[in-house]
């Protein structure tokens, strides 16, 4: 099966049924150590995993570790431009899951990004990030305690098909022809609009069946959260892109209301059920008029239709949602992606998950762990309904690699996401207090320790960070 890599002797394979792993209580995982700082925090990381399980299962769990390879660990073993072997592909996906540490970028070899490969070769179209604070980190932010969201981040569409041409190059100047000379004339709503002939294309697609199979995701994710965590906000900007972000927000409001209707509630559901409660005796045209402040200025077609949603509404799901019982559903609403972005800033505590699509979710995510202390502590995982990678958020660093002193945590707590996807959730929980007793006694990296007041001296190396988590699990 491999060329150059030779598998456990011992462990079990991982499954996937109905997009759900199967996971035994000896798995077989993959891990590619990674880049730069690679060589010091997967070891840091290893570790912290390993003493998790055995504490949390006292022997009757273990994870039988298989390293594979990627970046430039991998040319160094199968040669030049080798930043993906065949060995690690068939790896991945013989055995499900698998975790990775930071991966350079390749300059040559025809891989624009090793990260971006792995999540379309494995269709793993769920980037999911949860951004939460732990108590003592240092951050720019005035209450950074508030934010606790998980951005799930449409992975294989948008900007990641990469779909462009350069500026002066002929099939550039032919689509750009075709489209000011044929299609844009043809579509009324465009009118006069030119594209200039000195313009860089780029093609932005986003689909039904991407849209919804990451709601999916993030709508399972919210039942699995506290009642007062249980919302999915769909973030857009469908005010300007009507089709493409406009239609995300649509199919995933779509999807929510047939695939989960008996579990919850949209935004606007509630407003009008609410009003319904406050006032049994309301009517149609005054609860209409409470959910849309600009109803006496809209046209008669328009009232009509807002009337019509409100009769609809009631109708269908008044006896199974009224009387109070949307509080306990998961509440599904929209936000516009530039609003939400100064919202988890000024009103970090209002939000719990974020579903969107490509771009909007990799500068809200970072955004995010910017808030909680940067990306030193944020996981990642990418998830598709056959294979998961759980990977380290930031880059290589290669001027730290080999000093010991690097922060473990964004590798380490993917680790603890693989737990929790695994289904093993007190081995994961056993990290998460570790890391959070240990930074809240100022056990921390120097990256930490700098920004603390005081500052802390000596900061903690790598290995001595994992040493710290381990002795902070809960006794």
Known sequence: MFEKLTPPQEGTKIKFENGKPIVPDDPIIPFIRGDGTGVDIWPASEKVIDAAVAKAYGGKRKINWFKIYAGDEACEKYGTFQYLPEDTLTAIREYGIAIKGPLTTPVGGGIRSLNVALRQIFDLYACVRPCRYYQGTPSPHKSPEKLDVIVYRENTEDIYLGIEWKEGSEIGLKLIGILNDDLIPATPEHKNKKIPLDAGIGIKPISKTGSQRLVRRAMENALRLPKEKQMVTLVHKGNIMKYTEGAFRDWGYELAMTEFRDVCVTERESWILGNKEANPDISTEDNARKIDPGYDGLTPEKKEAVCAEVE???ASIWDSHGDGKWQDKVMVNDRIADSIFQQIQTRPDEYSILATMNLNGDYLSDAAAAIVGGL??????????????????????PKH?????????SVILSGVMMLEFMGWQEAADLIRDGISRAIASRQVTYDLARMMTPPVEPPLKCSEFADAIISNFER
């Open 312 to 314: 609809e509404v009631l």
């Open 376 to 397: 030193g502590m944020g996981p990642g995982a990418n998830i598709g309904d056959n294979c998961a990678i759980f990977e380290a958020t930031h880059g290589t660093a």
């Open 401 to 409: 690699a080999g000093l010991d002193r690097i922060n473990p945590g």
